[in-house]
């Protein structure tokens, strides 16, 4: 069974640095799916990024990076010039086959709190 | 605008109580998903369905149930057999077919939270 891993339940950051939130996965597919998902105090669930397994080109979105290293099974991300809307807990997702043809689950990590301090 | 509708917000329920938390989606997404969060143990897979009048159950699905009579809806039923239900919910849905495509990141509702008195 996949499985998804944050080893930091809590971080800090000041504002304007960067700060970087660890994932890691375990799975025996070869294609899938990670995502990075933020839940600010609102608790409304909203997409970060996403990262294609076949691809080896990190993925980026403006101050949002990650560093994806396949055979590690490692999914990082990194905040650039980090904001002080950037405080949320933040989730690690995996997405791949259940076997059951057409069917895909979603496994999400136990989240990081992130806080940025001004 | 297109998006995921939950209600109630907040629901307080009493022990042996069955409760229904609703989920409209007008994305015209055909995969649906109900999870459950608790602090410290990030989110839960109850049920999901990919398409209308079939649904799987989750890693935590004893003590749900669900219905998927049309596409967009699906509505998580909490029974009295759910011994530990005070958590928030959260309703999501993807439109598929997810694998090499754009459609497969998941949109959430804003999510309900259910307290047992």
């Known amino acids: 069974a996949q499985t998804v891993t944050q080893s930091q339940p809590e971080m800090s950051v000041q504002e304007a640095e960067t700060v970087t939130l660890s994932c890691t996965y375990d799975t025996s597919e070869n294609n899938y799916y990670l995502f990075w998902y933020k839940q600010p105090p609102s608790r409304q669930m909203i997409l970060v990024i996403r990262?294609?397994?076949?691809?080896?080109q990190n993925a980026t979105e403006n101050r949002f990076s990650v560093n994806f290293q396949k055979a590690a099974k490692s999914f990082s991300l990194k905040i650039s010039d980090s904001q002080l809307g950037d405080t949320a807990m933040y989730f690690c997702a995996f997405m791949g086959d259940t076997g059951t043809s057409g069917t895909y689950k979603y496994i999400f990590g136990t989240g990081t709190r992130l806080k940025v301090l001004a | 605008d297109g998006g995921i509708t939950q209600s109630p917000k907040y629901l307080f329920r009493k022990e042996g109580q069955n409760v229904t938390l609703s989920c409209e989606q007008n994305l015209n997404h055909d995969a649906m998903y109900w999870y459950r969060q608790d602090p410290g143990q990030g989110l839960r897979l109850i049920y999901y369905?990919?398409?209308?009048?079939?649904?799987q159950k989750g890693d935590i699905a004893e003590g749900y149930s669900v219905s998927r009579e049309k596409k967009e809806s699906f509505p998580l039923t909490v029974t009295s057999a759910q011994k530990n239900p005070t958590a928030f919910y959260l309703c999501a849905s993807t439109g598929g077919p997810p694998l090499g495509s754009g459609a497969n990141v998941l949109t959430f509702g804003a999510g309900s939270r259910l307290t047992v008195l």
């Open positions: 990262q294609e397994a076949y691809k080896q």
């Open positions: 369905s990919q398409i209308v009048n079939d649904f």
